[in-house]
């Protein structure tokens, strides 16, 4: 399995110092959550790490990674800069920090938008991100954080949910993905 130790490393040079404080607290809360939910701790430690590793470089460098691996953005991945680092990071978490555990490489790659129908090591990524002790308060925070130790696809919709309301009220695009996410889990929950 990945050397945490030593990704940590690498990433604390790479990332900007309140990126890197992010990534840990990603990183604990996804496996306080993997215990939570009796999910694999290595692999939750693991992709709660190397979640944001595609966010260091600049959004034209970015570009020019995913040129460079072949990676297909979706117009709306093209569109949101803010969306390309997750299939770029899911990427380098392969190439350049050897990961080949195909649950964790698309937990990273779905941690910014979700999915339907996620595996349970994805939720956990996609709701740490959203959770983290660092995150600034914003309304719903705490619901979504109780709910995510309690009724983890209620904590899912609730974040999507919140994450829509957050793009269309700044009126910013929204993806797809994100909608779709959203649709899945209200529907499932009934």
């Known amino acids: ?18 990126r890197y404080q992010h990534t840990l ?11 939570r939910y009796g999910e694999n701790l290595e692999e939750a430690l693991s992709a709660g790490l190397l979640h ?8 034209e460098k970015q570009l020019r990674q995913c040129q460079k691996y072949e990676i297909r953005l979706e117009r709306a991945e093209a569109e949101v800069h803010a969306l390309i680092h997750a299939k770029l990071g899911a990427c380098l978490a392969e190439k350049k920090y050897g990961i080949d555990n195909p649950r964790i490489l698309d937990a990273i790659r779905y941690h910014t938008t979700g999915r339907p129908d ?6 956990i990524i996609y709701l740490a991100d959203y959770i983290e002790p660092g995150r600034k308060m914003i309304p719903g925070l705490s619901e979504i954080r109780k ?9 899912v919709c609730r974040c999507a949910e919140a994450t829509l309301q957050y793009l ?23």
Request: hydrophobic share 35%; with cysteine.
């Open 118 to 123: 996620m595996s349970m090591l994805e939720k």
């Open 1 to 18: 399995m990945a050397d945490l130790e030593k990704i940590q490393k690498k990433l604390k040079h790479k990332l900007k110092k309140v």
């Open 52 to 59: 944001d590793c595609g966010k260091y470089p600049s959004i």
């Open 168 to 190: 269309k009220h700044s009126k910013r695009s929204i993806d797809p993905m994100t909608q779709r996410t959203y649709e899945y889990y209200k529907t499932a929950l009934k």
């Open 147 to 155: 709910l995510s130790f309690t009724e983890i696809d209620q904590a």
């Open 25 to 35: 607290g990603v990183m604990y809360t996804a496996g306080s959550l993997a215990m």
